[in-house]
């Protein structure tokens, strides 16, 4: 195996230019990208195909700042059972990222201070990823509702009453940041009846 593709495996898949200390490594990424050895990401980062179908990637290497959110958040904190149809990546609405079609990325443009709110770090498959915390994500369920169904949204408000861990004082505060407060009184008055 090519020192290039051990060194980027050892890494959970995933190598950039920058990591590397001779021209002769750029030439090596070169041409494993052109046997399919490798993909390109973004401009200087490179990925073992096999990482980029984990249950999680290095969002912070493929996309700075990026945030873990809807679909992927449900599922890390046990929300849903619908498994992600990509990797679910928040984003400040100005900002322009380029995803390459090989990638199963979605992007979320949120305004900047929706970003500052209900995140936390977690480690998911060994990479250190922020991820919309609980309450967070719970609102983002109705505030996507249109777009995920109900029946998504519905499951998700059903499995976060269901935890000991709930905090909905939170949920209210966050709700009301979000403007879906109304909706999530009427969600959860229907869920407890």
């Not at 979605?106 to 498959?125: H, P, Q, R, T």
């Not at 983002?140 to 519905?154: E, F, Q």
Request: glycine fraction near 4%; charged fraction near 25%.
């Amino acid at each position: 195996m090519d020192n290039i593709i051990h060194k980027a495996t050892s890494q959970g898949g995933i190598i950039t230019t920058a990591e590397l200390s001779k021209q002769s490594d750029y030439l090596k990424i070169v041409r494993a990208k052109e046997r399919g050895e490798l993909i390109r990401v973004r401009h200087g980062v490179y990925a073992v195909p096999d990482a980029l179908f984990n249950t999680m990637i290095d969002v912070e290497r493929v996309i700075p700042n990026g945030i873990v959110c809807l679909y992927n958040a449900w599922a890390y904190h046990k929300l849903s059972t619908v498994i992600p149809p990509s990797f679910c990546i928040a984003i400040e609405a100005k900002r322009k990222v380029v995803i390459p079609p090989t990638l199963p990325v979605e992007l979320y443009y949120w305004k900047k201070e929706n970003l500052e709110f209900g995140v936390m770090n977690a480690e998911i498959s060994g990479y250190h990823v922020c991820i919309t915390d609980l309450e967070r994500s719970v609102c983002d369920a109705i505030k996507y509702r249109n777009k995920i169904g109900m029946d998504v949204c519905s499951e998700v408000i059903r499995n976060y009453l269901k935890k000991k861990n709930r905090n909905l004082t939170c949920l209210s505060e966050y709700a009301k940041r979000l403007r879906v407060a109304n909706i999530l009184k009427n969600y959860i008055e229907i869920a407890i009846e």
